[in-house]
């Protein structure tokens, strides 16, 4: 039989088997494997599928074509009238799982790569310029906000959408959730892809003078139990101007509480150094939060921001010490009230340590005296009548107390009356290696050589003590008279 003529008999009744099967169920479905007309049908391509399954379910009426009629296929599908599915069939689908108690977009985690899939298939309208369908997306609720439980469309767009909604973060860092912005749950945002969809669904960068407006406003009016101040004081460290300026408004955690920097508390750092405030008070004074001398900032500070990085030449520690005056350990003076520059006291947390750990006085100034001095002409009535332990266990004032040095202690064991003699307790034992770092408290009224003074207390506590002796009692006399001038002899006598 020739060729030619049997193709062209073959080609008329193609078409006519053609037209019967468009009118035929001879194709399945996806899901439910229901036989169907061809035109019933929609071929789904790669961008509509995620590992192996459609990105959205079908409708109960079902128009996916089973995925077993693969590329090879496609031309006689198309024939057919199985074509690849529009966005008139994907939009409805995708309102349908919107309102679906497992809706597939809000039901998923954020960090699942089923949404890079979905973003990425919801982007392509956009890159192909189909106005109509982009509108159509823009008033779907599919972008998640704050804590991923609402979600809405693009601002403005949306009906009873929000005026404005903000990426979560700013070069990285995160934007506060408690400060009356609408923010991209934070996950959703760190995907590339969805942060590229986000931003033709109208999803802003939002103004850090913004952020930092809010945060005041927060701090200022906020019920404190939900104020989040971690990522108030991370934004603010890394973005605000002026941190001096932060005072009169930030709130900070300090002993477990929320609570206001005010000047009438001193804010320390948590610190396990002997001579740091949280060393130096005892533990159940510190965590009073009703001391109304001293807080200690929360642990979890110093977490916040890594060490290395630096704000405005400013550490996160210094950044601390400007915006909420935090230190490490206790100044120890203080002006009082708005008299002339010379009215100065000691300051509250001095005297705090002073009546409930006065053991560790002496050495918190000798750990800080190269800051301390510069004070001590203000303070130094008040410091010499501090009163401090002593090797007898008496409490006096350090102007009455004498360093225990080498040739001090023997004076005193050779008259035998050490035990009662005002020498000041001191954290270590002095020896002719250490002796000059204490040297200092002179300065403050302790004395440091054996003087006449120091012969006096001891003739007084030798009248006092029964066991005195004539012999003991000549040696300090013969001691004085050799150390008099002339007008100490008449007082001596």
């Not at 590339?192 to 927060?218: H, N, W, Y």
């Not at 403050?444 to 003074?453: A, E, K, L, P």
Request: aromatic residues 10%; charged residues 25%; positive net charge.
């Amino acid at each position: 039989m020739p060729t030619k003529p049997m193709e062209g008999l073959w080609k008329n009744l193609y078409s006519s088997i053609q037209a019967l099967l468009k009118r035929m169920p001879v194709l399945q479905t996806w899901e439910k494997r229901k036989f169907k007309c061809p035109p019933q049908l929609r071929r789904l391509v790669s961008d509509m599928i995620h590992e192996e399954t459609p990105i959205f379910r079908d409708l109960p009426e079902e128009v996916y074509l089973a995925p077993e009629y693969n590329h090879r296929h496609y031309t006689t599908l198309a024939e057919l009238g199985a074509v690849c599915s529009s966005w008139d069939e994907i939009l409805p689908r995708i309102s349908a799982d919107l309102v679906n108690v497992n809706s597939y977009i809000k039901t998923r985690a954020p960090d699942q790569m089923w949404h890079e899939a979905c973003a990425r298939l919801l982007l392509s309208p956009f890159q192909c310029g189909y106005k109509h369908i982009c509108l159509r997306i823009q008033k779907l609720p599919i972008i998640p906000l704050n804590n991923g439980r609402s979600w809405t469309g693009s601002p403005g767009v949306s009906p009873g959408g929000v005026r404005k909604i903000f990426f979560p973060d700013n070069d990285g860092i995160d934007i506060p959730n408690d400060i009356s912005l609408n923010l991209v749950e934070k996950q959703a945002a760190t995907s590339a892809t969805r942060r590229d969809f986000f931003r033709k669904m109208g999803v802003e960068d939002c103004p850090k003078e913004t952020v930092l407006s809010q945060i005041e406003a927060t701090q200022k009016s906020t019920s404190l139990r939900t104020l989040e101040w971690a990522s108030h004081s991370r934004y603010l460290f890394y973005f605000h101007p002026q941190p001096r300026s932060l005072t009169s408004w930030f709130y900070i955690c300090a002993n477990a509480k929320i609570t206001r920097v005010r000047p009438s508390v001193s804010l320390f750092f948590p610190s396990d150094r002997e001579y740091d405030t949280e060393q130096l008070l005892p533990k159940e004074y510190l965590a009073s939060n009703s001391n109304g001398v001293v807080a200690l900032l929360d642990k979890n500070y110093f977490n916040l921001v890594p060490g290395t990085i630096r704000r405005q030449n400013l550490s996160w520690v210094e950044w601390l010490r400007r915006a909420a005056g935090a230190q490490y350990h206790p100044s120890l003076a203080e002006r009082f009230g708005t008299g002339p520059s010379n009215d100065w006291v000691l300051s509250p947390v001095i005297l705090a340590v002073l009546e409930r750990r006065p053991e560790k006085f002496v050495g918190l100034l000798r750990a800080h005296w190269s800051e301390y001095k510069h004070y001590v002409s203000k303070v130094s009535t008040q410091l010499m009548g501090c009163k401090v332990p002593c090797e007898s266990g008496a409490l006096l004032p350090l102007r009455t107390t004498y360093l225990p040095t080498i040739e001090i202690k023997a004076r005193l064991h050779d008259l035998e009356v050490d035990s009662g003699f005002p020498l000041l307790r001191l954290p270590s034992v002095l020896d002719e290696a250490n002796q000059q770092e204490w040297r200092f408290l002179e300065d403050i009224g302790v004395s440091y050589t054996i003087d006449n003074r120091f012969d006096e207390i001891v003739l007084r506590q030798m009248t006092a003590s029964k066991f005195a002796t004539t012999e003991r009692a000549v040696k300090v006399y013969r001691s004085m008279a050799e150390r008099s001038t002339l007008q100490d002899k008449e007082k001596l006598r």
